[in-house]
């Protein structure tokens, strides 16, 4: 057993909820803090890592809601941090739909498939809406994608684009606008600037004792007098509270456990919330076989098989010459794929390369597949909650049980799965716990009053039951909690259940 340090809020996860949540406590004075992160880096699924002589975003990559009538917080960051973007133009995708056999379909043809696509999205919607709210007039049932080009643009609208309920609070509040992060110091160069701002740094590095990296928490021992949390390494700290940044992978997964268990309502919002795989699988060429310039960023491939190395982009935008090609893969196919060696992804991959481009296109010469999924400290890409999820799975996820505040891009309603969600999150969860540490301390000053020997007993004897006085005092933390409940929700009540 390690020695144990104790301190005033603990931060589980240094990824951008965990470091906006702790600069947000720092700034406001609470100093006594330490953040603990599994892994041997700061940036959780911000990620970059060298490839082909670049330095390529195996994480979040965009920058997505820009131009809009609110300022993105996310791209004041990086414009504050002259981090180097590019914008990236989808509109031209739909029109680069290869089929097997390397034709491109026609542009007619592609535009019809496309809205076609898009009115079964609506219907589906629709129906969906219709079971829910019980009505048994349910509307004409969508058409179900099976060519080639149909089952592609579904793959688009459903699996690449996040599938979110329209209106999309990320395009409506910040605009429609995405820009490729395309810097060598990569999308966590936003972290570094957060974190530099509280905590102690030498030479570009973090050098903070605060800041404890290869820290996988294990166990989170919790009661009304705080947390003590116990690492795979035997460490053990102790603290008033804690924020637990982590995936809702994680969450999901057995990799933490809380003694007590967390109670059904909170379980139930983290089962319910389904998780994205999303893999962005790097290839890099000894020259380029593909189109380049305007309007060719973004290609499909059109195959039988949902989801088959569907989405392509080529990075000469972002980096000219770089004779780099970007596929997507989600969920199953991420899953299928992680699960195989790298050489049999790559002779896939250049299978699809040469029905698009012919026999003759040369071998990749190197390869990254990103394993999001098979990474215990993820378990995932980012949260999903159905398109009709309602008020509460949201106001549960987020709502803290006893010591333990909850924060990361599954607990944002707005722009969950988002950087700007996260670094959001963080910054509300951090607010909510200085409120509550503040009526703590109120609370605080009026039982240090209430329990002065001298006033109570008298009081007691007065009244003439003590165990009345436990009671009340009981039914008194229970209205707190529900109190905090409603908080959380934004002041709407959330569903019964949730409220125990
Ligand atoms: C492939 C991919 C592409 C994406 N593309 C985009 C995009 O283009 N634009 C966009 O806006 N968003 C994108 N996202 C989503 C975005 O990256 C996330 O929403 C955001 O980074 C999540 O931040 P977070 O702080 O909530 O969680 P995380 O970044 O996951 O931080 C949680 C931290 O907790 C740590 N941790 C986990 N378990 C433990 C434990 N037991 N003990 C201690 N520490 C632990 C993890 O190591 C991690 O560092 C993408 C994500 C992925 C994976």
Same mark, same amino acid.
Request: charged residues 20%; negative net charge.
């Given at each position: 057993?390690?020695?144990?340090?104790?301190?005033?809020?603990?931060?589980?996860?240094?990824?951008?909820?965990?470091?906006?949540?702790?600069?947000?406590?720092?700034?406001?004075?609470?100093?006594?803090?330490?953040?603990?992160?599994?892994?041997d880096r700061i940036g959780g699924r911000i990620r970059k890592e060298d490839f082909g002589g670049l330095s390529v975003e195996l994480g979040a990559g965009w920058i997505v809601g820009v131009g809009g009538k609110e300022s993105n917080p996310v791209w004041e960051l990086a414009n504050k941090s002259s981090l180097r973007t590019c914008f990236s133009d989808y509109s031209n995708a739909r029109y680069n739909i290869y089929d097997q056999s390397g034709k491109i379909i026609p542009s007619g043809l592609a535009a019809a498939s496309y809205s076609k696509a898009v009115d079964s999205a609506i219907q589906r919607l629709r129906n969906q809406e219709a079971k829910l709210r019980g009505l048994s007039t349910i509307t004409e049932p969508p058409s179900i994608p099976k060519t080639p080009i149909e089952l592609a643009i579904d793959f688009i609208l459903h699996d690449f684009e996040m599938p979110e309920a329209e209106p999309i609070s990320t395009y409506t509040d910040f605009g429609e606008r995405e820009f490729l992060v395309a810097d060598e110091r990569g999308y966590e160069l936003l972290l570094y600037k957060l974190a530099e701002d509280f905590l102690l740094t030498s030479d570009g590095k973090i050098v903070d004792s605060r800041l404890k990296l290869n820290k996988v928490v294990r166990e989170l021992h919790h009661s009304r007098n705080g947390v003590i949390l116990t690492t795979e390494d035997g460490s053990?700290?102790?603290?008033?509270?804690?924020?637990?940044?982590?995936?809702?992978?994680?969450?999901?997964?057995?990799l933490i456990s809380f003694r007590p268990p967390l109670p059904k309502w909170k379980t139930e919002a983290i089962t319910k919330c389904d998780v994205i795989v999303y893999t962005k699988i790097f290839l890099k060429f000894p020259y380029k076989f593909w189109p380049c310039g305007p309007g060719t960023e973004f290609f499909?491939?059109?195959?039988?098989?949902?989801?088959?190395?569907?989405?392509w982009q080529h990075m000469e935008n972002a980096y000219p010459g770089s004779n780099i090609l970007v596929v997507t893969l989600t969920n199953g196919e991420s899953k299928r794929v992680e699960a195989q060696t790298d050489e049999e992804t790559l002779k896939e991959a250049m299978g699809v =390369?040469?029905? $698009?481009?012919?026999?003759?296109?040369? *071998?990749?010469?190197?390869? @990254?597949?990103?394993?999001?999924?098979?990474?215990?400290?993820?378990?995932?890409?980012y949260s999903n909650y159905s398109l009709l999820a309602n008020q509460p799975d949201f106001a549960d996820m987020k709502a803290p049980v006893g010591p333990i505040f909850f924060t990361g891009e599954h607990t944002s309603e707005k722009?969950?799965?988002?950087?700007?969600?996260?670094y959001l999150s963080?910054?509300?969860?951090?607010?909510?716990? =200085?409120?509550? $540490?503040?009526n703590e301390?109120?609370? *605080?000053?009026?039982?240090? @009053?209430?329990?002065?020997?001298?006033?109570?007993?008298?009081?007691?004897?007065?009244?003439?039951?003590?165990?009345l006085t436990q009671n009340e005092a009981v039914n008194g933390l229970d209205k707190?909690?529900?109190?905090?409940?409603q908080l959380f929700s934004g002041g709407k009540l959330v569903s019964h259940e949730a409220i125990k």
């Open positions: 057993m390690g020695s144990s340090t104790r301190c005033s809020v603990i931060i589980v996860g240094a990824g951008v909820s965990g470091i906006s949540a702790a600069k947000v406590l720092a700034e406001n004075g609470v100093n006594d803090l330490v953040i603990l992160e599994a892994s053990i700290f102790e603290a008033n509270y804690v924020i637990l940044s982590v995936s809702v992978g994680v969450l999901q997964s057995d499909i491939y059109a195959h039988e098989r949902r989801g088959y190395y569907t989405f =390369l040469r029905d $698009m481009f012919g026999p003759d296109v040369p *071998d990749a010469i190197e390869i @990254l597949v990103p394993r999001w999924w098979n990474n215990r400290f993820q378990r995932g890409s722009y969950s799965g988002y950087v700007h969600g996260a963080g910054i509300d969860t951090a607010n909510a716990l =200085l409120e509550e $540490m503040k301390k109120e609370g *605080d000053k009026e039982s240090s @009053l209430e329990s002065q020997p001298f006033l109570l007993e008298p009081l007691l004897a007065l009244t003439g039951s003590l165990t707190w909690d529900f109190a905090r409940q």
